[in-house]
């Protein structure tokens, strides 16, 4: 099978020079929005993220759409999402940044829309033994254009700080080699050897501050499998998704969680309130470490690639 693909081929480049280590913060040149929009599930839609249809009674937290659009007044501007789903067909992600390009002038090559991959959400997508949620996609839609039309309405002068953090407990490369040369999927794990490759810790982090140094956004990213539920069989933004609520509700401002490289990464053994303790700390502690940036432009790139699906 061949296709083509071009969404998520964008990275937004915040093209920046590093402030001089002088105690000085740097001149707030850019402005930055963030706001986010609450997706409604209930308990009568396929949750996704299992072989199988899976079945929610009740939710933990919110299920979000969350946006933070940065300018450099003159030289761009862009709007960086982050989705409380698993993942989302290009029909429906092209329809949201179409929205969002004719409402309010960001270009389309410029809006970047991130899945934080929950495994704990309403179906947005065609996968193994079922299907999308029609209701909760329109709802989807309609989260990402309100979240980044709300953002932008709200810009204001802030400076970009940066961190590159780390978080090295939470996940594992959970390709493990087992004692009969097997490697473990899922199943029992107790002749484990050692796992087959590596696994990232890096924990970026982006802090967008007030000049009177209130902050207004901060994004991180981390690469761990979205999987996990405070209460049993419940819809959940998962651990990192309730650790973005928990940042905000304790230091203000909006979090927003991006899903990174995490196929054969997961947690195997950290309990849920652990992981999500250990999330804010590592980004807590990347955010007091935070150094000034200032930035020259705005930019992205996107484009379409072939890709081939392999048959067995």
């Not at 980004?283 to 940036?293: N, Q």
Request: glycine share 8%; proline share 5%.
């Amino acid at each position: 099978m061949r296709s083509l693909l071009r969404w998520l081929i964008l990275a937004p480049l915040l093209s920046c020079t590093s402030t001089p280590s002088t105690g000085v913060a740097a001149t707030p040149r850019v402005r930055v929005g963030a706001a986010s929009a609450d997706l409604e599930g209930d308990d009568s839609m396929v949750i996704a993220g299992g072989i199988h249809p899976g079945k929610s009674i009740g939710q933990e937290g919110r299920l979000r759409a969350i946006a933070v659009v940065v300018e450099k007044p003159g030289a761009g501007r862009c709007a960086i999402v982050a989705c409380d789903v698993l993942m989302v067909n290009r029909d429906l992600l092209d329809e949201a940044a179409t929205r969002i390009e004719k409402a309010i002038g960001i270009p389309f090559a410029n809006i970047l829309i991130n899945c934080t991959h929950t495994h704990h959400a309403p179906s947005t997508c065609d996968v193994h033994a079922y299907g999308r949620d029609m209701k909760f996609c329109r709802r989807l839609v309609d989260g990402i254009d309100k979240a980044v039309q709300d953002a932008n309405a709200n810009l204001a002068d802030a400076e970009l700080s940066y961190r590159l953090g780390h978080e090295s407990s939470v996940g594992q490369n959970s390709r493990l080699l087992l004692k009969d040369n097997t490697i473990f999927w899922i199943g029992d794990k107790t002749d484990a050897v050692r796992p087959t490759g590596p696994f990232d810790p890096e924990l970026p982090v982006l802090a967008f501050r007030s000049p009177d140094q209130k902050l207004r956004a901060a994004i991180f990213n981390h690469s761990t499998h979205t999987i996990g539920t405070g209460k049993p069989g419940v819809r959940s933004p998962s651990f990192y998704g309730m650790a973005t609520q928990e940042l905000e509700a304790e230091l203000g401002g909006t979090f927003e969680f991006l899903e990174g490289a995490s196929g054969s990464t997961h947690n195997l053994g950290v309990p849920f309130p652990e992981m999500v303790l250990r999330i804010k700390a590592a980004v807590k502690e990347a955010l007091e470490k935070t150094e000034p940036h200032a930035v020259d432009r705005i930019a992205a790139i996107k484009r379409e690639f072939a890709y081939r699906v392999r048959k067995i």
